[in-house]
Protein backbone atom coordinates (compact mmCIF):
# COMPACT_ATOMS: atom_id res chain seq x y z
CA UNK A 1 0.00 0.00 0.00
CA UNK A 2 2.91 2.50 0.62
CA UNK A 3 4.63 1.94 -2.21
CA UNK A 4 0.94 2.35 -4.24
CA UNK A 5 0.75 5.58 -2.74
CA UNK A 6 4.73 6.71 -3.41
CA UNK A 7 4.17 5.94 -6.74
CA UNK A 8 0.79 7.74 -6.78
CA UNK A 9 2.61 10.69 -5.39
CA UNK A 10 5.72 10.55 -7.37
CA UNK A 11 2.93 10.35 -10.67
CA UNK A 12 1.12 13.75 -9.45
CA UNK A 13 4.34 15.73 -9.27
CA UNK A 14 5.69 14.51 -12.29
CA UNK A 15 2.28 15.54 -13.96
CA UNK A 16 2.66 19.07 -11.93
CA UNK A 17 6.03 19.71 -12.96
CA UNK A 18 5.72 18.29 -17.05
CA UNK A 19 2.44 20.73 -16.42
CA UNK A 20 3.80 23.59 -15.10
CA UNK A 21 6.92 23.33 -17.57
CA UNK A 22 4.15 23.30 -20.46
CA UNK A 23 2.24 26.06 -19.37
CA UNK A 24 5.75 28.06 -18.40
CA UNK A 25 8.01 27.14 -21.08
CA UNK A 26 6.23 25.54 -24.18
CA UNK A 27 2.32 27.28 -23.81
CA UNK A 28 2.22 30.34 -26.23
CA UNK A 29 1.75 33.29 -24.24
CA UNK A 30 -0.63 34.16 -27.07
CA UNK A 31 0.28 37.93 -27.68
CA UNK A 32 1.83 38.57 -31.44
CA UNK A 33 3.58 41.75 -31.96
CA UNK A 34 7.18 43.13 -33.35
CA UNK A 35 9.78 42.86 -30.83
CA UNK A 36 13.24 45.49 -31.15
CA UNK A 37 16.72 43.34 -30.05
CA UNK A 38 19.70 45.41 -29.92
CA UNK A 39 22.81 43.64 -31.38
CA UNK A 40 24.41 42.83 -28.39
CA UNK A 41 21.38 42.97 -25.83
CA UNK A 42 21.91 40.69 -22.98
CA UNK A 43 19.73 37.27 -22.53
CA UNK A 44 18.46 38.47 -18.94
CA UNK A 45 17.35 41.93 -20.57
CA UNK A 46 15.66 39.82 -23.74
CA UNK A 47 13.95 38.34 -21.46
CA UNK A 48 12.68 40.83 -19.50
CA UNK A 49 11.65 42.94 -23.08
CA UNK A 50 9.92 39.48 -24.30
CA UNK A 51 7.53 39.07 -21.30
CA UNK A 52 7.01 43.03 -21.14
CA UNK A 53 5.49 42.70 -24.37
CA UNK A 54 3.38 39.86 -23.76
CA UNK A 55 5.42 37.56 -25.80
CA UNK A 56 6.40 34.80 -23.15
CA UNK A 57 5.59 34.33 -19.66
CA UNK A 58 8.38 33.39 -18.00
CA UNK A 59 12.36 35.46 -18.99
CA UNK A 60 13.89 33.03 -16.28
CA UNK A 61 12.94 30.05 -18.41
CA UNK A 62 13.83 32.24 -21.20
CA UNK A 63 17.21 33.02 -19.99
CA UNK A 64 17.98 29.63 -18.50
CA UNK A 65 16.99 27.95 -22.28
CA UNK A 66 19.47 30.07 -24.16
CA UNK A 67 22.23 30.00 -21.25
CA UNK A 68 21.93 25.77 -21.80
CA UNK A 69 22.05 25.79 -25.32
CA UNK A 70 24.64 28.54 -25.74
CA UNK A 71 23.01 30.35 -27.67
CA UNK A 72 23.44 33.89 -29.61
CA UNK A 73 21.12 35.85 -30.74
CA UNK A 74 21.03 38.60 -33.23
CA UNK A 75 19.88 41.97 -33.08
CA UNK A 76 16.87 42.88 -35.05
CA UNK A 77 13.42 43.90 -35.81
CA UNK A 78 11.32 40.22 -34.99
CA UNK A 79 7.38 39.74 -35.91
CA UNK A 80 6.78 36.89 -33.18
CA UNK A 81 3.56 35.06 -33.82
CA UNK A 82 0.88 34.02 -30.65
CA UNK A 83 1.68 30.87 -31.32
CA UNK A 84 5.14 30.46 -30.87
CA UNK A 85 6.77 28.71 -28.22
CA UNK A 86 10.25 29.87 -26.33
CA UNK A 87 12.11 27.35 -28.04
CA UNK A 88 10.58 28.85 -30.99
CA UNK A 89 11.32 32.19 -30.86
CA UNK A 90 14.98 31.42 -29.54
CA UNK A 91 15.36 29.68 -33.06
CA UNK A 92 13.76 32.56 -35.40
CA UNK A 93 16.54 35.29 -32.89
CA UNK A 94 19.61 32.67 -32.73
CA UNK A 95 18.95 32.44 -36.91
CA UNK A 96 18.49 36.40 -37.23
CA UNK A 97 15.56 35.88 -39.15
CA UNK A 98 14.38 39.30 -38.84
CA UNK A 99 11.72 41.66 -40.49
CA UNK A 100 13.73 44.52 -40.37
CA UNK A 101 17.68 45.02 -38.95
CA UNK A 102 17.97 47.03 -35.63
CA UNK A 103 21.36 48.76 -35.82
CA UNK A 104 23.18 51.17 -33.54
CA UNK A 105 26.05 53.13 -34.32
CA UNK A 106 28.35 54.50 -31.50
CA UNK A 107 29.32 58.22 -31.04
CA UNK A 108 33.21 58.43 -32.19
CA UNK A 109 32.94 55.82 -34.84
CA UNK A 110 34.60 56.47 -37.68
CA UNK A 111 33.49 55.21 -41.18
CA UNK A 112 35.61 52.43 -41.57
CA UNK A 113 33.85 51.06 -38.09
CA UNK A 114 30.54 51.86 -39.69
CA UNK A 115 31.40 49.69 -42.44
CA UNK A 116 32.67 46.75 -40.92
CA UNK A 117 29.69 46.51 -38.23
CA UNK A 118 27.16 46.37 -41.00
CA UNK A 119 29.17 43.76 -43.07
CA UNK A 120 29.37 42.21 -39.90
CA UNK A 121 25.58 41.95 -39.71
CA UNK A 122 25.80 40.90 -43.39
CA UNK A 123 23.55 43.94 -44.08
CA UNK A 124 26.29 45.47 -46.56
CA UNK A 125 29.26 44.17 -48.48
CA UNK A 126 32.52 45.19 -46.65
CA UNK A 127 33.75 48.07 -48.00
CA UNK A 128 30.28 49.09 -49.62
CA UNK A 129 29.87 52.12 -47.42
CA UNK A 130 33.58 52.98 -47.71
CA UNK A 131 33.16 53.68 -51.41
CA UNK A 132 30.16 56.20 -51.24
CA UNK A 133 31.21 57.59 -48.24
CA UNK A 134 34.13 58.62 -47.60
CA UNK A 135 33.71 62.50 -48.53
CA UNK A 136 30.86 61.91 -45.47
CA UNK A 137 33.05 61.27 -42.03
CA UNK A 138 31.87 63.10 -39.58
CA UNK A 139 28.10 63.37 -40.90
CA UNK A 140 27.23 60.14 -40.57
CA UNK A 141 24.80 60.87 -37.86
CA UNK A 142 25.72 58.26 -34.28
CA UNK A 143 21.81 56.59 -33.83
CA UNK A 144 19.97 53.94 -33.54
CA UNK A 145 18.55 53.25 -36.65
CA UNK A 146 15.65 50.45 -37.98
CA UNK A 147 16.87 49.48 -42.19
CA UNK A 148 14.81 47.10 -44.05
CA UNK A 149 16.21 43.98 -45.17
CA UNK A 150 17.26 44.86 -49.01
CA UNK A 151 18.43 48.23 -47.65
CA UNK A 152 21.42 49.66 -49.24
CA UNK A 153 24.67 51.39 -48.77
CA UNK A 154 23.72 54.49 -50.36
CA UNK A 155 20.38 54.13 -48.82
CA UNK A 156 21.95 53.76 -45.26
CA UNK A 157 24.18 56.82 -46.28
CA UNK A 158 21.21 58.99 -46.91
CA UNK A 159 19.44 58.18 -43.46
CA UNK A 160 22.39 59.02 -41.53
CA UNK A 161 22.94 62.11 -43.26
CA UNK A 162 19.63 63.06 -43.13
CA UNK A 163 19.37 62.18 -39.49
CA UNK A 164 22.33 64.67 -39.13
CA UNK A 165 20.42 67.14 -40.50
CA UNK A 166 17.79 66.87 -38.56
CA UNK A 167 19.28 66.51 -35.34
CA UNK A 168 21.36 69.33 -35.61
CA UNK A 169 19.30 71.74 -37.83
CA UNK A 170 18.45 74.26 -35.47
CA UNK A 171 22.29 74.94 -34.91
CA UNK A 172 24.85 76.95 -37.27
CA UNK A 173 27.30 74.29 -38.61
CA UNK A 174 30.37 74.24 -41.06
CA UNK A 175 33.01 71.76 -41.05
CA UNK A 176 35.49 73.57 -38.59
CA UNK A 177 33.06 72.64 -35.91
CA UNK A 178 32.29 68.81 -36.97
CA UNK A 179 36.04 68.47 -37.27
CA UNK A 180 36.82 70.29 -33.75
CA UNK A 181 33.80 67.70 -32.36
CA UNK A 182 34.85 64.66 -34.06
CA UNK A 183 38.39 64.98 -31.86
CA UNK A 184 36.34 66.56 -28.69
CA UNK A 185 33.77 62.90 -29.05
CA UNK A 186 37.39 60.66 -29.18
CA UNK A 187 38.37 62.56 -26.10
CA UNK A 188 36.18 63.16 -23.90
CA UNK A 189 35.31 60.45 -21.35
CA UNK A 190 32.44 61.82 -19.62
CA UNK A 191 29.36 64.50 -20.57
CA UNK A 192 31.36 67.29 -18.36
CA UNK A 193 34.30 67.32 -19.81
CA UNK A 194 33.07 67.59 -22.95
CA UNK A 195 32.64 71.70 -23.28
CA UNK A 196 35.84 72.02 -21.41
CA UNK A 197 37.86 69.73 -23.60
CA UNK A 198 36.71 71.98 -26.38
CA UNK A 199 37.37 75.42 -24.66
CA UNK A 200 41.51 74.36 -24.42
CA UNK A 201 41.62 73.19 -28.19
CA UNK A 202 39.70 76.43 -28.97
CA UNK A 203 42.60 78.16 -26.87
CA UNK A 204 45.12 76.59 -28.66
CA UNK A 205 43.78 77.61 -31.84
CA UNK A 206 43.65 81.11 -30.72
CA UNK A 207 47.21 81.32 -29.26
CA UNK A 208 48.48 79.49 -32.64
CA UNK A 209 49.81 76.31 -31.06
CA UNK A 210 49.31 72.94 -32.06
CA UNK A 211 46.49 70.62 -30.98
CA UNK A 212 48.46 68.24 -30.17
CA UNK A 213 45.45 65.75 -29.79
CA UNK A 214 46.50 62.44 -29.66
CA UNK A 215 43.06 60.59 -31.53
CA UNK A 216 44.33 62.56 -34.81
CA UNK A 217 47.40 60.30 -34.54
CA UNK A 218 45.46 57.47 -33.97
CA UNK A 219 43.12 58.17 -36.72
CA UNK A 220 46.13 58.96 -39.50
CA UNK A 221 47.40 55.18 -38.46
CA UNK A 222 43.81 53.98 -38.89
CA UNK A 223 43.48 52.83 -35.34
CA UNK A 224 42.21 53.76 -32.17
CA UNK A 225 44.57 51.71 -30.40
CA UNK A 226 47.28 53.25 -27.95
CA UNK A 227 50.28 55.39 -29.47
CA UNK A 228 53.53 55.89 -28.59
CA UNK A 229 55.75 58.90 -27.87
CA UNK A 230 57.33 57.98 -31.02
CA UNK A 231 54.33 58.28 -33.36
CA UNK A 232 54.10 62.34 -32.14
CA UNK A 233 57.25 62.74 -34.93
CA UNK A 234 57.18 59.25 -36.87
CA UNK A 235 53.61 59.35 -38.30
CA UNK A 236 53.93 61.78 -41.10
CA UNK A 237 50.11 62.87 -41.75
CA UNK A 238 48.09 66.27 -42.06
CA UNK A 239 45.95 64.51 -39.41
CA UNK A 240 49.09 64.43 -37.12
CA UNK A 241 48.15 67.65 -34.98
CA UNK A 242 51.44 67.29 -33.04
CA UNK A 243 53.23 68.09 -36.50
CA UNK A 244 50.66 69.99 -38.19
CA UNK A 245 49.28 73.40 -37.09
CA UNK A 246 45.95 73.95 -36.70
CA UNK A 247 42.73 71.05 -37.44
CA UNK A 248 43.41 68.42 -39.47
CA UNK A 249 41.62 68.44 -43.21
CA UNK A 250 38.39 66.64 -42.19
CA UNK A 251 36.84 65.09 -39.71
CA UNK A 252 38.47 62.00 -37.67
CA UNK A 253 35.12 60.20 -36.30
CA UNK A 254 31.21 60.82 -36.39
CA UNK A 255 30.56 62.91 -33.51
CA UNK A 256 27.31 62.75 -30.75
CA UNK A 257 25.13 65.69 -30.69
CA UNK A 258 26.78 66.56 -27.23
CA UNK A 259 29.89 66.80 -28.68
CA UNK A 260 28.80 69.36 -31.28
CA UNK A 261 27.22 71.74 -28.49
CA UNK A 262 30.03 71.45 -26.95
CA UNK A 263 32.12 73.35 -29.98
CA UNK A 264 29.31 75.36 -30.41
CA UNK A 265 29.56 76.50 -26.38
CA UNK A 266 32.38 75.59 -24.93
CA UNK A 267 33.41 76.46 -21.41
CA UNK A 268 36.81 78.88 -22.03
CA UNK A 269 38.89 78.70 -19.04
CA UNK A 270 41.92 79.62 -19.71
CA UNK A 271 43.04 76.38 -19.96
CA UNK A 272 45.88 74.98 -22.71
CA UNK A 273 46.28 71.78 -20.92
CA UNK A 274 44.88 68.59 -19.98
CA UNK A 275 45.61 64.42 -18.98
CA UNK A 276 43.21 61.80 -18.06
CA UNK A 277 43.12 60.22 -14.65
CA UNK A 278 42.93 56.32 -14.28
CA UNK A 279 38.88 57.12 -14.09
CA UNK A 280 38.80 58.74 -17.22
CA UNK A 281 38.33 62.65 -15.49
CA UNK A 282 40.60 65.57 -16.98
CA UNK A 283 42.78 67.28 -15.37
CA UNK A 284 43.44 71.02 -16.73
CA UNK A 285 46.24 73.26 -16.60
CA UNK A 286 46.73 76.56 -17.72
CA UNK A 287 50.45 76.46 -18.02
CA UNK A 288 52.99 73.85 -19.19
CA UNK A 289 54.60 74.44 -15.37
CA UNK A 290 50.98 73.59 -13.89
CA UNK A 291 50.44 70.55 -16.28
CA UNK A 292 53.45 68.66 -15.96
CA UNK A 293 53.37 68.96 -12.21
CA UNK A 294 49.64 67.58 -12.39
CA UNK A 295 50.92 64.58 -14.00
CA UNK A 296 53.98 63.99 -11.54
CA UNK A 297 50.77 64.10 -8.65
CA UNK A 298 48.51 62.20 -10.50
Given amino acids: MKKIIIFATI?????????????????????????????????REIGESLKNEGVITSPIFFYTYVYLRHDVLQGGVYKIDSSMTIPQIVALMREGKVQEYLVTIPEGWRLTQIDDYLAEMKIIKKGDLIKIASADEGYLF?????????????????????????????????????ILASIV?????????????????????????????????????????????????????PYNTYLYAGLPPGPICNPGLKSIEAVLYPQKDGYLYFFHKKDGHAVYSKTQEEHEANLKKF
Fill in 185 to 237: EREAKFDADRPKIAGVYLNRLEKGMNLEADPTVQYAKGSWDPITAADYKKVNS
Fill in 142 to 178: PDTYRLPLEVTAEEIRQTMIENFNKKTGQYSINSQVI
Fill in 11 to 43: FIVFIAVAMSLYFIFLRPAGKSGLISIRQGEGK
